[in-house]
């Protein structure tokens, strides 16, 4: 089951104030980015979050799982608690980098 356009509103909804939210699809699914960061990894409308140290305290005691296939575990985000989801956005932000532009080279595009 791919993830639905309601349920990506209700996303950005839940964490609304958190920074410039905008979402990508992708082969079906989506990946939800904060201030050009990409956080979210939302599969079947569930909310995918790469393991970090920065949220293992927060994250504590969360399920787990893989996205797709192949993919490492992650964390699964309840959007439920807007309190835990803009608290993991926060600690996450200072620590994913903005993903570099690659030309159709493959060489990185010079800001």
């Known amino acids: ?3 639905t356009q309601d349920y ?13 939210i905008r979402s990508r699809k992708m082969f079906g699914e989506y990946m939800v980015y904060v201030n050009d960061r990409p ?9 995918y979050i790469k393991m970090h140290d920065a949220i293992t305290s927060v994250m504590k005691g969360c399920p787990t799982g ?6 490492k ?3 699964i985000l309840d ?17 994913i980098p ?7 080279t493959g060489k990185e595009k010079k800001a």
């Open 79 to 95: 959007l439920e608690d807007r309190e835990k989801a803009l608290a993991v956005i926060s600690a996450l932000l200072p620590v």
């Open 8 to 20: 990506i509103d209700f996303i950005t909804d839940q964490i609304e104030g958190s920074g410039e």
């Open 73 to 75: 575990e992650h964390y």
């Open 39 to 47: 956080l979210l990894l939302v599969c079947d409308n569930t909310v």
């Open 66 to 71: 893989h996205p797709y296939n192949g993919a």
């Open 98 to 104: 903005i993903p570099v532009k690659k030309t159709k």
């Open 1 to 3: 089951m791919a993830t």
